[in-house]
């Protein structure tokens, strides 16, 4: 399949997906850290669509060309294989900077370089955003909410990390690149926009991403327990990624700088998402206790008033459907025999 991509490619006859046309006046330059990741590469398929140029940066520690592939070779689309760590001197008029990886095991897995991924990279966007003026939106997270004593969480909510835990090199990591983009939008004038992200789910989710959702729809579907951990009574709230999108591009173009929550507030146990997937699913998986995270937090849920108020924003897909859609994603993916296909 690969094979035939490429041939496509090189004989021109490769078909992308429809995109609009902009005059110079309203066309982008548009730069997506992360872009080839989960999120990132479902928000340039939207700006692609909307036909800015799209220009997508990755390390492709958790993101794959795969993901972006149906984009490539396309004249508003660039590619580059780079590490936000060190600079990068491009021309833009926007950054999405989703650069970071993001589930637990993910970040976890090298906690020094999520932090210098979440520090010095966000630094170099926001000197790149500084010497182009280029407007600058930060993915952050409902983990700088920490293990929330406030319920629901609004983003007066200044949160509870443990800056030594676990999770610190991923929430202290998002804590000091909000702070970063408000010292550069005082100090050097630069328009940033703060995205707090709630737990967001959908096709191009990393098979082994180790989050929940992916979790709990592969075992399913493989017929293997479903690994709930603690006792599952903590909560999450969550959001299908085209609903993220729309809310990510309204807050670029909105005019409004403070932090905004971008979630679903429709929340779950973990133990009754545990029985929607087993449900949807079908099979016959059990499901099996394993022992708490450390500082994982008990509940989460998002206040989204003041989307409301400033983007007119709230998500619109049901947690089944946008549940079936993974789980038909996910169905594809493992019907994709070769593992190199997968990548
Ligand atoms: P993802 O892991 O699929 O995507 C992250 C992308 O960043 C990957 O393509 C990865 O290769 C790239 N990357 C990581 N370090 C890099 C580096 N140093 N240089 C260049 N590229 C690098 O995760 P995602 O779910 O798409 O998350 C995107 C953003 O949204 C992240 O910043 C994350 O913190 C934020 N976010 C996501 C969620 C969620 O539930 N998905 C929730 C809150 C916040
Ligand atoms: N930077 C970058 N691309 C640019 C401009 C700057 O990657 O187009 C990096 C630069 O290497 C620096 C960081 O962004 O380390 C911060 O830049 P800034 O101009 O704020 O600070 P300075 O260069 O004065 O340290
Ligand atoms: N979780 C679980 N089983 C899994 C993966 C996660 O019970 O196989 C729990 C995890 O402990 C947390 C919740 O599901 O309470 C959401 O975890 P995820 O890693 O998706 O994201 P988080 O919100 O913790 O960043």
């Known amino acids: 399949q690969l094979k035939k991509k490429v041939l496509e490619l090189e004989k021109g006859t490769k078909k992308y997906p429809e995109t609009k046309f902009l005059n110079y006046k309203d066309r982008k330059r548009i730069l997506i850290t992360g872009g080839a990741g989960f999120v990132g590469s479902h928000l340039s398929d939207k700006l692609m669509k909307q036909g800015h140029e799209v220009t997508v940066v990755d390390n492709f520690f958790t993101g794959r060309k795969l993901n972006v592939e149906h984009w490539i070779g396309h004249p508003n689309f660039e590619l580059i294989h780079h590490d936000i760590v060190n600079p990068l001197y491009i021309e833009v008029d926007q950054i999405y900077h989703l650069a970071s990886p993001a589930s637990p095991p993910n970040y976890m897995y090298n906690p020094i370089k999520t932090i210098k991924t979440n520090t010095v990279g966000t630094i170099n966007m926001l000197g790149l955003a500084r010497r182009t003026r280029a407007r600058l939106l930060l993915a952050s997270t409902s983990e700088v909410y920490g293990d929330p004593e406030v319920h629901p969480q609004n983003e007066e909510y200044w949160g509870h990390v443990n800056p030594i835990g676990p999770r610190a090199c991923y929430d202290e990591g998002k804590r000091v690149a909000e702070t970063m983009c408000y ?54 709230s969550f959001q299908y990624v085209t609903d993220l999108v729309e809310g990510l591009v309204a807050l670029m173009n909105s005019n409004y700088s403070q932090p905004v929550n971008l979630g679903n507030p429709d929340e779950h146990t973990i133990m009754d998402f545990a029985d929607i997937i087993k449900r949807l699913v079908g099979g016959d998986s059990k499901v099996v206790n394993k022992p708490a995270m450390q500082d994982d937090p008990r509940k989460r849920k998002p206040d989204i008033s003041r989307a409301k108020l400033y983007l007119n924003w709230e998500p619109k897909v049901q947690l089944e459907v946008g549940i079936n859609k993974t789980i038909e994603y996910f169905r594809n993916e493992l019907k994709s025999t070769k593992f190199s296909e997968r990548l």
């Open 183 to 236: 010292a550069y939008a005082k100090q050097e004038n630069i328009e940033v926009r703060v995205a707090r992200i709630f737990n967001t789910f959908g096709p191009r989710m990393h098979m082994n991403d180790g989050r929940v959702v992916s979790n709990f729809i592969l075992q399913a579907l493989q017929g293997q327990p479903i690994t709930v951990y603690g006792e599952g009574k903590q909560t999450r």
